[in-house]
């Protein structure tokens, strides 16, 4: 079962961020994601706290309204949200190819839709059980992490954000910063019992 948060959940210190340049907001993203891998490591906080820790990083960074964590399950061919803002529904299954975030998790590109939605690979199948209206997102694959031994890096999940403020759609600079979230997750599923679950090859499917 999905983690359900509410922006705000967990909390942060208010900053100036919309002022920072891009590379200095990656560079706070950077350091965000290196103490929690530390906070991981050390066992001081468990995963679910992380993940929801970078999901509420997404919505501030980005200054979107909801943000979800996808994780691929290969045994049973589903996408499953692991951490979603979403107080209206326990979880969200989707086949790969299913909505924007099924169709990332199945071509392993980046997908943004801007604020007038017209997209043929957007399903409105969970507004229509939350009664939520999505206005615009970008959704980025998290691949597992480089293997000296593959030439690729396969999909494991998928980093999704909504609704940006102000009623525009995400940019350039916001998808840099959502890829190196998508980045940071892949470390932290890989230092966790989790992350052997997400290979090509499981033998079980998802158990959290």
């Known amino acids: 079962m999905a983690r359900r948060v509410r922006a705000g ?22 350091d965000t994601l290196a103490q929690l ?3 991981l490591k050390a066992r001081t906080v468990d995963l679910d706290t992380v ?20 994780l691929l399950d290969r045994v049973r061919g589903e996408l499953v ?12 299954r ?8 099924g169709w990332v998790a199945a071509s392993g590109e980046v997908v943004s839709v801007p604020s007038d939605l017209h997209d043929p690979r957007f399903t409105d199948r969970v507004d229509a059980r939350t009664g939520y209206v999505t206005q615009s997102l970008l959704a980025v694959p998290i691949r597992d992490l480089p293997d000296p031994n593959r030439t690729n890096r396969p999909t494991i999940g998928v980093l999704q954000v909504l609704n940006k403020a ?6 350039s600079d916001d998808q840099a ?25 499981p033998n079980h499917p998802l158990s959290f």
Request: with cysteine.
């Open 51 to 70: 993940l929801t820790a970078v999901v509420d990083e997404a919505v501030r960074r980005l200054d979107a309204d909801r943000a979800t964590l996808y």
């Open 177 to 201: 910063l959502l890829e190196s979230l998508a980045d940071g997750v892949a470390g932290l599923l890989a230092a966790t019992s989790l992350g052997s679950q997400l290979t090509d090859e």
């Open 166 to 171: 102000g009623g525009c759609g995400f940019d």
């Open 81 to 92: 949200s692991r951490v979603a803002q979403l107080p209206e529904i326990a979880e969200i």
């Open 37 to 39: 891998r530390r906070r």
């Open 9 to 30: 959940d967990v909390q942060y210190t208010s900053d100036s961020h919309r002022r920072v340049p891009a590379r200095g907001l990656r560079s706070a993203v950077a």
């Open 94 to 101: 989707l086949k790969p190819g299913e909505g924007v975030a």
